[in-house]
């Protein structure tokens, strides 16, 4: 063999990163959704299938034994899980069809995000992984980016794009407020257990309510039922209980919301008598259209410096398209808690917006430099405000925005006197763990007793 010929079967070709990763038609083909926080999976899934897609909601970390064995370990946590869930579904999938079994006729959804951190790798090197095993490489790996907010086009007929994408964000927030009650009854239930089961049961009424009422966006109809759920659970608190300490949570969005991930860390601080409020998946939806809207004014603002009118044309219409998006979701999620939230005593979220104005008055980090310390630093700072008596940081352990988060907030707690807790996770269970859980909560009884707590 010529050297020339030696060399070239050294390169390594990428063409699979463009042709099997990327926004694909959902037409004919099973839509694997990989299961973050699981209502939220469950409720997005039946939206699509409301749009006549095959969407399906994958078991998590029954196969992270396969996750680590085709990773180093030096990757995030997310996704050595991720990556066990997809191997886990294909080998279940190839033993229940035999020679039916056709890797084709699936899309794995494996979204990405631009910017300093390993996200926008994971599809990336899970396609390395699937490229290397018998006929995976004919899965393809559907991609949404932060780069257009998350758009949805491509993926289904363009007429109903717009549709498939309100319906989805509406499915969302109802599953941040599904969560919620989670959190609001648990803590105060009459007997050990009915809201775990009430819930459950509340979710799949829910998805058959989406799968339904979600293509023609009849919300009224969706929130009537979301309200019959919240009347049943109020039943379920024992009002003899009095209110516990309030805690709130910020961190990498996977991890403070799959509940496998985290070892159940929510029910381990109600355990020690607290009630938690996690930040929701909504705002980092927000904080994706929020953050296009602010390069694309960034970006337009220089064209006109330069006078570069085709440019300034283009951007204006990011502008005006991000915007209105934008808008579209604030206007939404505040009509949906506005209606549904003080029935019950639910928190509400953070608009985006006042975070930057609050990350700006510290003058500690900047939405320049993106990721989820951008809403996890200001968050805790309101919560702190707002009088909740602690604040849990949530992260894949070596998680680069969480790490930035902790280092910066550190000093701030300690002058604003609010108790707070790093709790990175791998798959280990960390032998001082507990005990960090319940120092933390006699420090937040503590602050309860002494400065009483916010009524949500
Ligand atoms: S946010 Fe953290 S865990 Fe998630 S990809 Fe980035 S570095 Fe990894």
Redesign the pocket.
């Known amino acids: 063999m010529t050297g020339r010929a030696m060399e070239s079967k050294k390169v390594v070709s990428f063409k699979s990163l463009n042709k099997t990763v990327g926004r694909f038609s959902l037409k004919e083909r099973t839509f694997l959704i990989p299961q973050m926080n699981r209502i939220g999976g469950h409720l997005l899934a039946a939206t699509f299938r409301g749009f006549g897609i095959h969407a399906k909601v994958m078991d998590t970390c029954r196969g992270l034994d396969l996750g680590k064995e085709f990773t180093s370990g030096k990757e995030?946590?997310?996704?050595q899980i991720t990556t066990g869930d997809i191997l886990h579904f294909m080998n279940k999938e190839k033993q229940r069809l035999g020679d039916a079994f056709d890797p084709d006729r699936y899309i794995y959804f494996m979204p990405e995000s631009s910017g300093p951190?390993?996200?926008g790798m994971?599809n990336k090197y899970q396609r390395i992984i699937l490229d290397s095993l018998p006929d995976l490489h004919r899965l393809k790996i559907g991609s949404l980016t932060t780069d257009d907010g998350y758009s949805l086009s491509g993926i289904i007929d363009s007429q109903r794009v717009s549709d498939l994408r309100r319906a989805s964000y509406f499915s969302v927030v109802v599953a941040d407020i599904l969560d919620r009650l989670l959190w609001r009854i648990r803590p105060y239930e009459k007997e050990p257990g009915i809201t775990d089961a009430f819930i459950e049961e509340s979710m799949h009424r829910m998805e058959d309510i989406f799968e339904k009422h979600g293509p023609g966006k009849e919300f009224d109809r969706i929130l009537d039922a979301m309200e019959a759920i919240i009347e049943e659970g109020r039943e379920l608190i024992d009002p003899g209980i009095p209110p516990k300490p309030l805690i709130g949570m910020v961190g990498?969005i996977?991890?403070r919301s799959h509940v496998q991930a985290n070892q159940d860390l929510i029910r381990v601080l109600e355990r020690y008598g607290g009630e938690v409020v996690n930040a929701s998946i909504a705002e980092w939806m927000n904080y994706t259209s929020y953050d296009r809207l602010r390069d694309a004014k960034i970006s337009f603002r220089l064209s006109m410096k330069q006078l570069r009118f085709g440019s300034m044309k283009k951007h204006l219409k990011k502008i005006v398209d991000f915007g209105s998006e934008l808008y579209y979701q604030e206007f939404r999620q505040k009509k949906i808690y506005d209606r549904l939230a003080s029935r019950i005593g639910i928190a509400g979220d953070h608009k985006v917006g006042h975070l930057e104005k609050v990350l700006k008055e510290n003058d500690v980090f900047s939405f320049d430099a993106g990721?989820?310390a951008c809403l996890s630093i200001p968050g805790i700072v309101e919560y702190a405000r707002e009088g909740f008596n602690g604040v849990v940081n949530v992260?894949?352990f070596?998680?680069?925005?969480?790490t930035i988060t902790s280092s910066i907030i550190k000093p701030m707690m300690n002058q604003l006197g609010i108790p707070y807790l790093d709790t990175p996770y791998d798959e280990s269970i960390q032998p001082g763990r507990e005990a960090a859980i319940r120092t933390f909560m006699y420090q937040a009884y503590q602050h309860f007793s002494q400065h009483g707590r916010k009524a949500v």
């Open positions: 995030c946590y997310p996704c951190c390993r996200f994971y990498e996977y991890l990721t989820e992260y894949p070596t998680c680069m925005p969480s």
